[in-house]
């Protein structure tokens, strides 16, 4: 089936500096992945939609220069999260479509990053 | 707009009862597809199902199973004789027209007992 891999899975960082997450497809390609955040008990926001070869599509009220997304192959896809201050601090995840045969997509999501910055 | 309610917020109930997870929704296409996942401590999503909008047939697995009535826009999961395992937040989201973001609710934590 379809493997979502995100690394780090857990990250501590300090105020300021800039953390990158990865998110692979391991058996298929994404020319689009899902970036969400979930706050401690709270529910997933879609943040951005990561395009292969093109600019990423940011949610509103989701900063592009704060968390900045590169969709550099057909199966990677990157979160920087900038300057990272502590209400950065929170749950990743990513996701990405796999086209089936009836012509629904179905969302294989990564195992998350937890973000803590300190 | 497409909108996702999951009102219970937290469910307790005792090992081997049988526990029903309610979800509305609400769409304006007629197309759309409703899923449930599952979150468990670890953190990571489980696929649970995925049912399009012409599909009302209810369905069963395992010890899971999903009624799904568009007169009401509901989507209700109910596990069967529960176990401490299905402690885990669960998720109901909405997909209009096959795309493929998600509209998540905003989940429903189960903790089963002993």
């Known amino acids: 089936g379809a493997v979502v891999s995100q690394h780090p899975s857990w990250v501590i960082c300090k105020s300021g500096t800039s953390v990158k997450i990865e998110c692979r497809s391991l058996d298929f390609q994404a020319t689009t992945m899902f970036w969400y955040r979930q706050f401690p008990k709270q529910s997933l926001m879609l943040m951005a939609t990561?395009?292969?070869?093109?600019?990423?599509?940011?949610e509103q009220g989701v900063e592009k220069d704060k968390f900045l997304i590169n969709h550099a192959s057909l199966t990677l896809s990157t979160l920087t999260v900038t300057s990272a201050h502590p209400e950065d601090s929170s749950f990743y995840i990513c996701?990405?479509?796999?086209?089936?045969?009836?012509?629904?997509?179905?969302?294989?999501f990564g195992a998350g990053s937890r973000l803590t910055v300190l | 707009a497409q909108k996702v309610t999951q009102a219970q917020t937290e469910i307790s109930v005792v090992e081997k009862e049988d526990v029903t997870l309610d979800c509305v929704y609400e769409?304006?296409?007629?197309?759309?597809?409703l899923f449930w996942y599952k979150q468990p401590p670890s953190g990571e999503l489980v696929f649970l199902i995925r049912?399009?909008?012409?599909?009302?047939q209810n369905e069963i697995s395992g010890r899971y199973s999903w009624n799904f009535q568009k007169s009401t826009s509901s989507f209700n999961f109910t596990i069967t004789a529960s176990q401490v395992v299905d402690s885990a937040v669960y998720f109901c989201a909405l997909s209009e027209r096959g795309y493929s973001t998600l509209t998540f609710g905003k989940g429903t934590m189960l903790l089963v007992s002993p």
């Open positions: 769409t304006r296409d007629t197309t759309y597809y």
């Open positions: 049912r399009n909008s012409f599909d009302e």
């Open positions: 990561s395009n292969e070869g093109s600019k990423a599509t940011y």
């Open positions: 996701s990405a479509p796999r086209a089936e045969s009836s012509g629904a997509n179905v969302l294989t």
